[in-house]
């Protein structure tokens, strides 16, 4: 059967190109493409920070977010673990009460749905449904997404190549907002839980038109890195961070190396808030003609 037509705008035309166009001269400069329906407001910075997972001091640190001036919270009610023995989370009831919490602080929320079988009850208990790592390239999952209306937060696979991750968000593209996140990949050095990388999640961001922020908690497993490449993604002209942070990391049941202290966030929205460019100044006035060098 002869495959049906590609149009220009046809998202396969861009990823069957992809390996040919970044190794040429020209290809390799990313060209500009329409940017696409995001999960989060587009047009600055956008910084989710929250627990890895909703626990006891679930209460004590959004509230502190909340006072941090920060909309977007974050918090796992399923938590996707290497051993069955370790904290799996609290499930619907835990995602309940992150509702809950986050509504008497007027924060938005982002939550990961590990599983097809919770979409019906947890969608519409989140803003953003997160698709972690494991399942970026669950595609039963991306699908019945697809159908919720909900905007999705679409962490990278840990194994996952640029053209795998934009192939998963092509899924989901046309149907809800998406944002991409990456979280890091498998690398060879045991010093880092993963490695952020941020060459792919710019090229990302420029092939597929998809805001793209980062996480570099995963991404790096290390709280001291956190803040280091916040910065670094801002300075790449990405378009946000997720961070993990906790009011006493020693008590988090999950991920406790690399969640950041209050006052270490408190330190971040400061060093972004210098980062941030100075406004552009108005077109200056045309000099009278005479005024002109030749
Ligand atoms: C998380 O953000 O809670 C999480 C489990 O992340 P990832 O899917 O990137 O490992
Ligand atoms: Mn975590």
């Not at 839980?193 to 792919?200: E, I, Q």
């Given at each position: 059967?002869?495959?049906?037509?590609?149009?220009?705008?046809?998202?396969?035309?861009?990823?069957?190109?992809?390996?040919?166009?970044?190794?040429?001269?020209?290809?390799?400069?990313?060209?500009?493409?329409?940017?696409?329906?995001?999960?989060?407001?587009?047009?600055?910075?956008?910084?989710?920070?929250?627990?890895?997972?909703?626990?006891?001091?679930?209460?004590?640190?959004?509230?502190?977010?909340?006072?941090?001036?920060?909309?977007?919270?974050?918090?796992?009610?399923?938590?996707?673990?290497?051993?069955?023995?370790?904290?799996?989370?609290?499930?619907?009831?835990?995602?309940?009460?992150?509702?809950?919490?986050?509504?008497?602080?007027?924060?938005?929320?982002?939550?990961?749905?590990?599983?097809?079988?919770?979409?019906?009850?947890?969608?519409?208990?989140?803003?953003?449904?997160?698709?972690?790592?494991?399942?970026?390239?669950?595609?039963?999952?991306?699908?019945?997404?697809?159908?919720?209306?909900?905007?999705?937060?679409?962490?990278?696979?840990?194994?996952?190549?640029?053209?795998?991750?934009?192939?998963?968000?092509?899924?989901?593209?046309?149907?809800?907002?998406?944002?991409?996140?990456?979280?890091?990949?498998?690398?060879?050095?045991?010093?880092?839980?993963?490695?952020?990388?941020?060459?792919?999640?710019?090229?990302?961001?420029?092939?597929?038109?998809?805001?793209?922020?980062?996480?570099?908690?995963?991404?790096?497993?290390?709280?001291?890195?956190?803040?280091?490449?916040?910065?670094?993604?801002?300075?790449?002209?990405?378009?946000?961070?997720?961070?993990?942070?906790?009011?006493?990391?020693?008590?988090?049941?999950?991920?406790?190396?690399?969640?950041?202290?209050?006052?270490?966030?408190?330190?971040?929205?400061?060093?972004?808030?210098?980062?941030?460019?100075?406004?552009?100044?108005?077109?200056?006035?045309r000099r009278p003609r005479e005024l002109r060098v030749p």
């Amino acid at each position: 059967m002869i495959p049906p037509e590609k149009t220009p705008a046809d998202p396969r035309s861009a990823l069957e190109d992809l390996e040919r166009r970044l190794r040429t001269a020209e290809g390799a400069r990313l060209p500009e493409v329409p940017l696409k329906p995001s999960a989060f407001p587009r047009g600055s910075f956008v910084l989710i920070a929250g627990p890895c997972a909703v626990d006891a001091h679930l209460e004590e640190t959004l509230a502190a977010v909340a006072n941090l001036g920060i909309t977007w919270v974050r918090a796992g009610a399923w938590k996707p673990r290497t051993f069955p023995w370790s904290f799996q989370g609290l499930g619907l009831d835990g995602l309940r009460r992150l509702r809950d919490v986050a509504d008497r602080h007027g924060l938005k929320v982002v939550s990961e749905i590990v599983s097809e079988r919770d979409v019906e009850a947890a969608a519409p208990l989140v803003d953003v449904v997160q698709v972690g790592a494991r399942n970026c390239q669950n595609f039963s999952l991306l699908r019945l997404l697809a159908e919720t209306g909900q905007p999705v937060l679409l962490k990278r696979g840990a194994a996952c190549t640029v053209e795998e991750w934009l192939g998963a968000a092509a899924y989901l593209d046309g149907h809800v907002p998406v944002t991409l996140c990456e979280r890091g990949i498998r690398g060879f050095d045991p010093c880092f839980r993963n490695l952020l990388d941020l060459p792919g999640a710019v090229l990302a961001q420029r092939l597929g038109g998809f805001q793209t922020i980062v996480d570099p908690s995963h991404g790096t497993g290390i709280a001291g890195l956190v803040a280091p490449m916040v910065y670094a993604a801002r300075a790449c002209g990405l378009d946000g961070a997720i961070v993990e942070v906790h009011a006493c990391p020693e008590a988090s049941p999950s991920d406790a190396d690399q969640a950041l202290r209050l006052p270490e966030l408190r330190s971040l929205l400061f060093g972004l808030a210098a980062l941030e460019p100075a406004p552009i100044p108005p077109e200056s006035p045309r000099r009278p003609r005479e005024l002109r060098v030749p």
